[in-house]
């Protein structure tokens, strides 16, 4: 088998299949980072919506609740699908990368929520009552006092799931975006031998998460730099 | 006029009932040290907390130099925040800011006062308080007797008038007690008004130019230390000083 891949290596390691397949990563890549990353920026505001206080904002609270227990608990496949036959039922125009996007920026939302629900949830009430008899407002607790400790609870587990969503993204591929997994499905069928295509797909996928891993662990040593005693 | 004056200041627990604080008066002159004393959950923290705005007052008034604080007024809350400091028994430093973080952060970002002038206050404040070599300590790389001093030095950074100070000492191992003690024998010399709510009877007995002794929610005795102490006048406080006294 080893030498059939050799001697098929040069005919696949070609320019143009190349190109496909990094063009193919770099839309894994776009998935997972602008999805994750708006899905972060709605976990703020989920959370934010989680913790209004009194019965004036309860239906906010509720909804905002019932989203994130939702969509928590549904498989990234079937998301992609309703996104999809809902966007097809109103008849909007969305492109199916569109349609991933989407549905990457349902679940991540809903995901990174509970990511930050934790991180402020470690940080304790004094601390907010602290600076509030020191005449901080909200935001500016949040932004002296609060988010520098958050994240380094907030950090770890976003890193972790952003870096296993772009292993999920592969399920776009259901759909027929041009992503990592498709192309090699593309090529497997084009006759190269799967083994050569999806080896090389591997390393494509670990080139990806391996940086963003260490992106993380970069970020957090930044803005939350332990210190033992 | 008292520097600090509180007319029957009654509080409850959102949800509760029950008043934890029941129509409370109490006078603090300028420069005068009162303690209040009692038995846990007499509500000293409690009435604390609604001096600073921590729990709204259900009815009752709080006058600093005879001006009226409206806690439903964020502006008036917030200038009664400017004149009142508080340091809790937990210290509740911040704990993603040095030493000198903790005691610049609210006069530089909060005040909008010049660096340099308060970084050099804070320079001092830290030494005031035994701690001129702890600048660039995380509050986690900080003994609790340390963290607690920080966190008055962070208080005193903001210029207070009335300096609430909430069972300092109790969350402390005992031989760190006495480093906070002093550090507020200091401010006593100092003529700083202060209200304090403590445990150390004894350095209650020595501070204090009068003790006020709470039980469930209202004020039961107030006398200077040696009455309070040694000839008080109710029975509720005869009590809790014969309880105190046999320890």
Redesign the interface.
Known sequence: MLDRIISEAPRFFTYYNMVFLLEAMGRTLLMTLIGVSLGFVLGFMLDFARRTPGRAWLPLRLAATLYVETFRRIPFLVILFIVLFAIQGFRFSVSLFGVAMIAICVISSAFCAEIIRAGFDSIHQ??W????????GRL?TLR??VL??AWRVILPPAFAFMVMFIKDTALASQLGVVELTFAGKVLSTRGFSAILVFGTVLVLYFVLSYPLSRLGGWLERRL?PS?G? | MPHLAVADLTATYPGTDKPVLENVSLEVAKGEIVSLIGPSGSGKSTLLRVL???LPPTSGSVRIDGEAIDYTSRRSL?SA??R???V?Q?Y?L???MTALGNVT??PI??KGWRRPEVEADAARLLAKVGLADKHAS?P??LSGGQQQRVAIARALA?KPEILLLDEVTSALDPELVGEVLDTIRVLAADGMTMLIVSHEMGFVREVSSRVVMMDQGSIVETGPPAQVFDAPVTARAREFVSRILRH
Do not use: W
């Not at chain 1, 009552?129 to 901080?136: K, L, S």
């Open positions: 004094t601390q009552d602290t600076a509030a008899v020191m005449n901080f500016q002296h006092v520098p400790q939350a210190r005693r | 600073v705005g921590l917030k925040r400017d009142l400091a508080i809790f937990q509740n911040f704990q993603n952060i609210a970002r909060i995380y986690d790389q903001l």
